[in-house]
């Protein structure tokens, strides 16, 4: 199993900042890796596909990056909505999520 | 407009049989490309992928429970299910379904089924 790890587990930031989560993964995935947005009580969304690709109705403040082992999500400019639990999700092989980062309003 | 629901039994018992249905709107299962995956989450933890079946009817298990998972559709019903054996409480959680494309976006949710595996 490919195993993916989040970091960080808890990140504080201000609405405006500019907010980056990182995923790695234990060998090389080949850029197939998706973001998952989880709110409080709802279904997760998806964000990010195949590393960079922006889904459909998703804020262009969203962004993602990365290759090989190491991904990253960006929010460019932090708003409270985007309080919420990110999961990433590699389906090089059989598919796998990460344990997630949450993310709060300091 | 994709839309997904699951429903199950709620409450089971420990080495029971858990089946759940996913019915689903907005897509069918018999266009190529088109899945449906399973995905599970414990309360408060993080989300571990079950199972997914594909238009063609393929079908891909999570290695560590492959054993114990049977996954289906109904293409006429738009439902496709999910059979887990043996269940203990281990398996308690909510169960997502999800439309999953060619290339394994999981890009319209259900809102989940609460599973709970008491004695």
């Known amino acids: 199993d490919i195993q993916m790890t989040q970091s960080p587990s808890v990140l504080s930031a201000s609405v405006g900042d500019r907010v980056t989560l990182n995923c790695k993964a234990s060998?090389?995935?080949?850029?197939?890796l998706n973001w998952y947005q989880q709110k409080l009580g709802e279904a997760p969304k998806l964000l990010i596909y195949?590393?960079?690709n922006l889904q459909t109705g998703i804020p262009s403040r969203f962004s993602g990056s990365g290759s090989g082992t190491d991904y990253t999500l960006t929010i460019s400019s932090l708003q409270p909505e985007d309080v919420a639990t990110y999961f990433c999700?590699?389906?090089?092989?059989?598919?796998?999520f990460g344990a997630g980062t949450k993310l709060e309003l300091k | 407009q994709v839309t997904l629901k699951e429903s199950g039994p709620g409450i089971l018992q420990p080495s029971h049989t858990l089946s759940l249905t996913c019915s689903f709107s907005?897509?069918?299962?018999?266009?190529?490309?088109?899945?449906v995956s399973w995905i599970r989450q414990p309360s408060g933890k993080g989300l571990e992928w079950l199972a997914s079946?594909?238009?063609?009817?393929?079908?891909y298990n999570n290695p560590s429970l492959k054993s114990r998972l049977t996954v289906s559709k109904d293409t006429s019903n738009n439902q496709a299910f999910l059979k887990v054996t043996s269940v203990d409480t281990a398996d308690t959680a909510t169960y997502y379904c999800?439309?999953?494309?060619?290339?394994?976006?999981?890009?319209?949710w259900g809102q989940g089924v609460m599973v709970t595996v008491s004695s």
């Open positions: 999800a439309h999953t494309r060619e290339d394994w976006e999981l890009d319209y």
């Open positions: 907005g897509f069918s299962l018999s266009t190529y490309g088109m899945g």
């Open positions: 079946i594909w238009w063609n009817g393929n079908t």
């Open positions: 060998q090389n995935i080949n850029k197939y």
């Open positions: 195949n590393t960079n």
């Open positions: 999700f590699q389906h090089n092989s059989w598919p796998t």
